[in-house]
């Protein structure tokens, strides 16, 4: 089963349908066993940063999201749930994240609107990826946050320009963080995540 994590945080619903939608079927759930045992983990999340912690810390889900990931099963995070698996978030003072891929979120300090709100075209870092197998170099996808991931792009599969580089899709082995909400992003969303199924099914 593919488990999506339930902290309290995040558009939970919308999350679910979009999975649903791209023939993945999902169970919500912060069962420590479920997700231990999981085909694949799925972390949604919207809000702050220390609050994300804060909630995985009270249900005790820290270890084993970690943990998970390295187990070599894929795990994917959508916009908050991509920022919270980097070691450190420096909204509302600093807080300590998952660790699982190294770097800093820190505030989108630009001349352009902030909140980033809206569609932007992804440019590819790495042509590559398997992730990106049904959708092409400046196809939109759909932005809401104010925070981004300030890191050595290693990790960078796909990124945004919104003022400076934005990393829109990153992935450290058989981890993925999409900083764009793909349930949100029409049919190139619906692609990603058909493309992420056929990853998690094989």
Not at 110 to 128: Q, Y
């Amino acid at each position: 089963m593919n488990i999506i994590v339930d902290y309290g945080l995040g558009n939970l619903g919308s999350v679910i349908r979009g999975f649903n939608r791209a023939g993945i079927e999902t169970k919500l759930s912060r069962d420590l066993d479920e997700i231990k045992n999981a085909d694949s983990l799925i972390l949604p999340g919207v809000g702050a940063f220390g609050d994300a912690m804060n909630k995985l810390n009270q249900f005790e889900l820290v270890e084993p999201i970690v943990d998970f990931a390295k187990t070599g099963k894929y795990m994917i995070g959508i916009c908050l749930g991509m920022q919270i698996m980097y070691e450190q978030g420096t909204e509302y003072g600093t807080h300590k994240g998952l660790g699982i891929i190294e770097g800093s979120v820190d505030f989108l300090d630009i001349d352009l609107k902030v909140p980033h709100m809206g569609w932007n075209d992804l440019k590819f870092e790495k042509k590559d990826d398997p992730i990106l197998k049904y959708i092409k170099e400046g196809d939109y996808v759909y932005y809401v946050h104010s925070y981004y991931a300030n890191s050595s792009n290693k990790e960078l599969v796909a990124y945004s320009e919104y003022g400076k580089k934005i990393p829109g899709l990153v992935r450290k082995d058989n981890v993925y963080g999409l900083q764009f909400h793909p349930e949100k992003s029409g049919q190139v969303g619906a692609d990603i995540l058909k493309a992420y199924k056929e990853l998690i099914v094989k």
